[in-house]
């Protein structure tokens, strides 16, 4: 890609809403951004250029970009010169940017997930234009080599495989993220080394299902994330290596293996369930059992000890019945999982869920939710309970937002610790022992020694 420095000291700001593959993304849009001379502005109201990379899943983040949208009008009717740009997801659905551009009629850009790497030439061709530009293609283009202006210092985000096959039925991604492309294995693990050799000590790995990673470029029995895992465990200037999200249908014994053996590997899965009725598991696509995920669940308990177990949960998806509902809460009591994003079901244009009837009144659903929170609440505390005196391994985020004399930290099973410090430990791997335990959270004793 060809980057020709426009004009210095512009500045940007990004607003980002959705997953980690977001966050991500941000980071690469920052990236060409300051490769074509943009610098970063604190604030929306300081900025040149406000870029708003969006998320589809639920309606609740699209309704968020519209709010924020009617909040950017004025400062663009102060400041004509202002460049406001749309991105990721919610762009790339059928409708979406004609509806976009005709509401607010003030947005300079529109870019698709696939579109990601053209930014600064498309920002160029918008300048030219009163209509926003949009561009939604398809492209087959890598995204390696792109520059990435990493939020943190110590832990970085590296895509492994981008899109998903998986089609599950209430679900937009299939979408608006395209089909799976795994990235070579050369590409990530020169990507994982340099970032090692920039002193990186944490990289978690995504895709929006890890576990089929390679398959599109090596075949279904070749190269799989398992390899992968292995191989990048070799890198040793690396701490720890995670990963996010695992499909239980594909997930491997040797995958579990390979958490339970690469000294590197976080002791951490994040593995959505969706819903404990088999009824329900069947109408969704999501191709295993309730008997078949606790026996991986099992499977992972007993291969790796200490390791922590999270979940996504959908509630009130199309006929859903108080049956089926005592059935994921039974799973959430079986599973005990260390916590679980429950979410309510929302309907998205296109998929095929979105076409069932929806009958459940909303009182019911939120009922449900509420519910599912009480069970979940009470089993995080149990687990965390049980850590109270073990020493936990921690790589150190920063100071504490709500205490500056606590420094907080993620233990390998992704655990949020508070712990007292008279310094400044960002970066820095930690022993600090359990002494409290809440449901989100722990409070360790001042560190036992780190590196
Ligand atoms: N690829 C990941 C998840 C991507 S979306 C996976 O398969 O696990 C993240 C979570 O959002 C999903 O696990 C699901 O729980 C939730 N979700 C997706 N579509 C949804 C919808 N239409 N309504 C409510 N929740 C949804
Ligand atoms: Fe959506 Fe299912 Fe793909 Fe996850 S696996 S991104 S829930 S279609």
Redesign the pocket.
Known sequence: MKVTPLERDLTYYIETFG?QMNEHDSEVLAGMLESIGYLPADTPGEADLILLNTCA??QKPEQKVYALLGKLRPLKERNPALVIAVAGCMPQQEGTPRDLARRFDFIDLILGTHALPHLPRLLEEARERDKPLIDTGEYELSRSGLPVRRASHFKAWLNVIYG?N?Y?S????PYVRGRERSRTKEDIMKEATGLARAGYREITLLG??VNSYGQDLYGPRGYAFADLLLDLNQVEALSRIRFL?S?PKDLSTRLIQAVGEGERACEHFHL?V?SGSNRLLKEMNRRYSRVRYLELVAEIKETIPGVALTT???VGYPGEREEDFLQTLDLVERARFDSA?A??????AG?R?ALKKDSLPQEEKKKRLQEIFKLQNRISLEINRALVGQTLELLVEGTSRRDPRMQSGRSRSNKLVHFPADQELAGRLVEVPVAEAYTWHLVGESPRGGS
């Open positions: 997953c899943v639920r998903c998986n599950c209430y679900c937009v991604v929006q299902n999200t499909h959505p969706q996504d949960l959908i994003f979410f309510l079901y929302s309907p998205r998929t869920a």
